[in-house]
Nanobody
Framework: QVQLVESGGGLVQAGESLRLSCAVS????????MGWFRQAPGKERDFVAA????????YYSDSVKGRFTISRVNARNTVFLQMNSLKPEDTAVYYC???????????????WGQGTQVTVSS
């Protein structure tokens, strides 16, 4: 059974940083594209970032480009989201997701974590 477990969320002030982690277990990590999504209260879940298996291709939403960095350590079956210069509008539950292949990196993910809350105060 594939499991994705996020960690690293919390409450920070605007301008500060957080690093989210997502550990994958129950299946090989090989060949998977990993993504981060977020859902703010009363809003739909939005794409944040994605990284292919090799790390050679990375995607970001326009709202986080230049502030967030996605990375992965395949030997540890872990993907990270470094979030810098956080803004109150970044407040959301952040979800890790996984899919096989590299097509449509912003959608159609197969596996999801339970989410971790990120709250940015002004």
């Amino acid at each position: 059974q594939v499991q994705l477990v996020e960690s690293g969320g919390g409450l920070v002030q605007a301008g500060e940083s957080l690093r989210l982690s997502c550990a994958v277990s129950g299946s090989t990590f090989s060949g998977w594209t990993m993504g981060w999504f977020r859902q703010a209260p009363g809003k739909e879940r939005d794409f944040v970032a994605a990284i292919t298996w090799s790390g050679g291709t990375i995607y970001y939403s326009d709202s986080v480009k230049g502030r967030f960095t996605i990375s992965r350590v395949n030997a540890r079956n872990t993907v990270f989201l470094q979030m810098n210069s956080l803004k109150p509008e970044d407040t959301a539950v952040y979800y890790c997701a996984a899919k096989v292949g590299i097509t449509t990196p912003t959608r159609n993910y197969m596996y999801w974590g339970q989410g971790t809350q990120v709250t940015v105060s002004s």
